[in-house]
Structures are given as C-alpha cells and as structure tokens.
C-alpha cells in the first residue's frame, strides 16, 4: 500500500520576492500537488513572522479549492485560541459547502505567535482549549443542555456539516482526546523534539469511531528538502537555518538566499539553535529522503506524512515536491 502523502504550506516569503508573490504561490503549490497526487494541502496559521504570509488560512483554502479539482485542502491549523468557536464553525461550514467533501479542519491549542500579537488578536490562554473545543463541537452537534444560552442559536449556514476535525499535537497532550472524541490527530514532529510515536499509541488507544473516522488516522508532519544531490539540498537548507537562527534570536526577516545563508558569520547562539534544530530535519537526494520519510513512519505508525519544505526559490520547493511524488509513486491526476 503506497503512503499516503501531502504538503503543509506556510508560505514563506523570499527576501527579493513580494508577498502578493507568496501569496500567489501557495495557489501554484497546491494545483502542482493535485496534479501529482498529493492527498491534501493544508495551511498553518501564524501572525506576526515576516517570512511567513499565512496568517489567515480560511482564506487560502478558499482560494486554493476553487483552483484545484480532487486535492483536499485545509488548517493545519486553525489556533482556536485566537478565535471565538462559533466563527469558526461558521467559516469551515461555509468552506466546506463551497467545495463539498474536500475542506479539512485542522485545529490547534497554541496561538501561533508572540505575546504581543496575540493581545492584539485577543487570543486567550490555551488552558481554555478544551473549553473551546467542546463549544466548537456542540454547535455543530447540537450538542448544548435545553437550559444553555447558545442552544437556540441558529449556525449558518444550515445543513452543511463541518469538514473532518484534526487536532494538532506537539507535546501529545491532545492525542488521547482526539482519539476519544473519534477526530484525526497530527504531529508536528517538523518542528517538535518529542517523540511523537507514544502520542500516537495514545490516540489509537483511545480511539472511538466517529461519523467522519470510523478508523484512527495518524498524520505525521515533517520537514523535509530533497534534491538531485546530496550537496545540492545541503545547500538549499542554508535559508531554513538561517530563518530559524534568526527567528529564534529576534532578528527575524524574509526568507534569504542560500548563497547568503552559506556567507553568513553565525553565532555562537545561532549556531546552538541550527543545532538544537537540525535533527528535525529530513535533507538530502531523493533517495535519501525517502528512505528517512519511510522509516520515521515505520517507527512511528503514521497513516500519512505531510510535508513542510522551505527553499528561497520557490520553483526549487516545487521541484522537491516533484521528486518526492515521483520517488513515493504517487498518482497524478488530471
């Protein structure tokens, strides 16, 4: 059985480029993995980073889904916490009545974000997430008591259920209840140094069949640059440490060339971050990648892998999606 495979997009914003540009390709991307098979693209909800441009992913899917055909599109996540629950049934409702049966809702517990622009965002603490989530969830259930202030609310629109429900995980502190609410559970293992195999025997073990999951479905999220060589993808990665040395040292700006990465004097404290980070990162040729994709889901017993690649040149993380498709036998479409 092949592995199910698809793209996390956090449309990073290359220094020279423009962010109508960003924005633009994170369209491009996903009529390039429709056409080559990918199973879903989904969009990861951060505000405040200037390399990144996809702070309201609502809106990237709607655009994505009316440029593609069979691809599912969707949040990786939407950080409930910056939002109120019924807006968000409202939005993913609407999504999903737009293009029936391809709309994803990821969902996660974080704000995606510094403390200041999440005061802005009036984002509340994520201890209220389990709150929120249960909200969320009866006002697409009907799930509030008689007696409640929001049971005669009406939720438009009517009669269009909202899309499948994924909870996002980086600690597993979400496995079990996404398992026992009966919703899909990813890892973002792309970013997170915890193991995520025991989150994910905790979501199976909790596991109840739902409507739209009669069966667990694990997504492992990984960060992944592949190209012809070995030399080549080492090369490319330059832009991503580079990002995440300066993002993790305030100094954060667009995504930079390779070449400038590889000029870079770094210090002693960025180069302890590309340190602490690197081990997360999956970077070589194809054939290298897959081997290390195949066995990161072997080890961990993901149903599915989606990928977060970040190059400088956009049609270069394009090519790396070419080769994973080509590498992992992926269908094309149409």
């Known amino acids: 059985m092949k592995l199910p495979l698809s793209i996390l997009d956090l449309a990073p914003v290359a220094d020279g480029s423009s962010i109508a540009a960003a924005l633009a390709e994170t369209r491009t991307l996903a009529q390039l993995g429709d056409q080559l098979g990918y199973t879903r693209v989904w969009y ?6 200037a390399s990144i441009a996809s702070s309201a992913p609502e809106v990237l899917i709607a655009s994505s889904a009316a440029a593609t055909k069979q691809i599912r599109v ?11 629950p019924l807006r968000v049934v409202e939005t993913y409702r609407t999504l999903n009545g737009l293009s029936p049966g391809r709309i994803d809702l990821g969902i996660g ?5 510094d403390g200041r622009t999440l005061q802005a965002l009036r984002s509340v603490d994520g201890s209220y997430f389990s709150q929120e989530l249960a909200e969320l969830l009866a ?11 929001f049971a005669p609310i009406t939720v438009v629109p009517e009669g269009v259920p909202l899309p499948p429900i994924h909870l996002l995980g980086s600690s597993g502190a979400s496995a079990e209840a996404a398992g026992q609410l009966g919703l899909g559970y990813a890892f973002a293992a792309h970013f997170s140094p915890t193991p995520p195999a025991p989150a994910f025997a905790a979501y199976r073990r909790a596991f109840r069949p739902s409507r739209d999951f009669p069966s667990p479905h694990a997504i492992l999220a990984l960060s992944v640059i592949a190209a012809p060589t070995r030399e080549e993808a080492q090369f490319l990665s330059g832009s991503q ?8 040292t305030g100094q954060e700006r667009k995504l930079l060339p390779p070449d400038v990465a590889a000029a870079h004097q770094y210090s002693p404290a960025e180069r302890r971050i590309i340190q602490q980070q690197s081990p997360m990162w999956i970077i070589g040729s194809v054939d290298e ?11 961990t017993g993901a149903d599915e892998a989606i990928v977060s690649t970040t190059i400088w040149d956009y049609e270069l993380r394009r090519h790396s999606f070419r080769l994973l498709a080509e590498a992992f036998g992926l269908n094309p479409r149409d």
């Open 44 to 49: 990861a909800e951060h505000h405040g980073m």
């Open 241 to 248: 440490a580079l990002s995440w040395a300066r993002f993790l």
């Open 74 to 84: 969707g949040s990786g996540g939407v950080m409930l916490p910056n939002h109120v």
């Open 139 to 149: 006002f697409e259930e009907g799930g509030f008591p008689a007696d409640h202030p």
């Open 289 to 299: 990648v897959k081997a290390e994709i195949e066995r990161k889901v072997e080890e």
């Open 109 to 113: 517990r974080a704000g995606g974000s």
